[in-house]
T-cell receptor
Framework: EAQVTQNPRYLITVTGKKLTVTCSQNMNHEYMSWYRQDPGLGLRQIYYSMNVEVTDKGDVPEGYKVSRKEKRNFPLILESPSPNQTSLYFC?????????????FGDGTRLSIL | GNSVTQMEGPVTLSEEAFLTINCTYTATGYPSLFWYVQYPGEGLQLLLKATKADDKGSNKGFEATYRKETTSFHLEKGSVQVSDSAVYFCALLNTDKLIFGTGTRLQVFP
């Protein structure tokens, strides 16, 4: 079954404590990205990756890092989380950067930073 | 630039009512258009798509037609069910970027 898997699904943590949200896809997709979803703002792209070792900033990259060492994995790293990063996060993938095939989403990770 | 504008919600309907959720877009070139649905506690799922002008996407009783002249992609369903309660996102894909609207919450009551 085609899947994008995120972990954890829920996390409550404190300001400044580094955390990583993992994302893995089993469809051999080249393109992966991270979004955050906030009320009234829809989905905003944080970072994206067009292929292994190729990453770039989205619309709201401040405070986040990513890496793409393997095709299937695209972790999101918060080096020093702050309360304004409390949000619902989604990882997504699609075949290639220009493919108009649907983008597949994970089930989301709800982060609360106290 | 590229952008998507959706009607604000929530949209509240009784079961079997007719649904329209408006979506208009601004884009250079010829984007592909999508509707995604997000059920409570889940990620986004593709509902339907259209890749060129006058295309009609349809799925699960929902339809949307790509109207280039009005730059619109309104979502419609003739008879909604309680199980259609969710948040609906209109999105466009232009070259490399998938851009979402802010989402419209639909609540259907028995």
């Amino acid at each position: 079954e085609a899947q994008v898997t995120q972990n954890p699904r829920y996390l409550i943590t404190v300001t400044g404590k580094k955390l990583t949200v993992t994302c893995s896809q089993n469809m051999n997709h080249e393109y992966m990205s991270w979004y955050r979803q906030d009320p009234g703002l829809g989905l905003r792209q944080i970072y994206y990756s067009m292929n292994v070792e190729v990453t770039d900033k989205g619309d709201v990259p401040e405070g986040y890092k990513v890496s793409r060492k393997e095709k299937r994995n695209f972790p999101l790293i918060l080096e020093s989380p702050s309360p304004n990063q409390t949000s619902l996060y989604f990882c997504a993938s699609r075949e290639t950067v220009t493919s108009n095939q649907p983008q597949h989403f994970g089930d989301g990770t709800r982060l609360s930073i106290l | 630039g590229n952008s998507v504008t959706q009607m604000e919600g929530p949209v509240t309907l009784s079961e079997e009512a007719f649904l329209t959720i408006n979506c208009t877009y601004t884009a250079t070139g010829y984007p592909s258009l999508f509707w995604y649905v997000q059920y409570p506690g889940e990620g986004l799922q593709l509902l339907l798509k259209a890749t060129k002008a006058d295309d009609k996407g349809s799925n699960k009783g929902f339809e949307a037609t790509y109207r280039k002249e009005t730059t619109s992609f309104h979502l419609e369903k003739g008879s909604v069910q309680v199980s259609d309660s969710a948040v609906y996102f209109c999105a466009l894909l232009n070259t490399d970027k998938l851009i979402f609207g802010t989402g419209t919450r639909l609540q259907v009551f028995p």
